[in-house]
Structure formats: C-alpha cells, structure tokens
C-alpha cells in the first residue's frame, strides 16, 4: 500500500507516519501544493497511491483545493471516478459544511482529529487495502 500524508503540523504528520509506516512506503507533503505535486509525479511514474491522509487548515493550497486537483489529475490519467486514490481528510474541522465539500470533491472518508490509530487502520481495512 501506497501512503501519502498531507499534513503541515510536523507533529500529526509524524504520528501518522509512525501510525502508517509498516503498511508500504509512506510519503509526506506539508501543504496543497506539495500534494498535487506528488500525486502528480507518482501518477506519471505510474505508481499511484493507494492512499492520501489529507488535512484541510493548511497553508500555499488548502485540503479542499488539493482534493479538487488530485481528483482532475487522477482523471486525466485515466483512472475512472472511484477507481483513484482513497482519499481520508484528517482534519480539526468538523463543520457540516466542510463535510459536505469533501465529499462533492470524492473523498471517500472524513475523520476529526485527534486520529486514532484504530479509527484510520479501520477505515484503511475498509478500502480492502490491507489484511
Ligand atoms: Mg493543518
């Protein structure tokens, strides 16, 4: 499994570094921008990720916009709508409105931080990525 953390809290991004480490290589971006580069690098080298932990409140490009261009390059790769990475918004921010703007954006889960371990290893197993 293909992990990327998108995180600018060095903090909760090592934790969940350190939480989804074993599982497969594990890369970090510190804002929006970063992330799209990523995605964008790993779809033309054709090795995807699996998963993208993305966090809203950051700096350069937020959460939300990073969603929205991950999900156009994803389709400009050729991935079909829901065959691209799943995506889990990791963020403090638990107002209905951002809910609902993450999944018009095609995220495929929503959690509040603080992240529990146990909550995004379940919610990984649910995506049938991992035993
Ligand atoms: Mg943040």
Redesign the pocket.
């Known amino acids: 499994m293909r992990t990327l953390i998108v995180?600018?809290?060095f903090i909760a991004r090592t934790i969940m570094q350190e939480l989804l480490k074993d599982l497969g290589p594990c890369h970090v971006a510190v804002n929006g921008v970063e992330a799209v580069r990523a995605v964008s690098a790993a779809l033309a080298a054709q090795q995807q990720y699996d998963v993208i932990c993305l966090?809203i409140?950051?700096p350069e490009m937020d959460g939300q916009s990073a969603l929205l261009e991950i999900r156009k390059l994803e389709e400009a790769a050729g991935f079909a709508v829901g065959m691209g990475a799943k995506v889990i918004i990791t963020t403090a921010l638990a107002d209905k409105e951002n809910i609902m703007r993450a999944f018009r954006n095609a995220a495929d889960t929503y959690l509040v931080k603080p992240i529990e371990k146990a909550k995004l290893l379940e919610c990984i197993r649910g995506f049938g990525l991992v035993a």
Do not use: F, K, L, Q
Request: charged letters at 65%; zero cysteines; proline letters at 0%.
């Open positions: 995180e600018d809290d966090d409140m950051m």
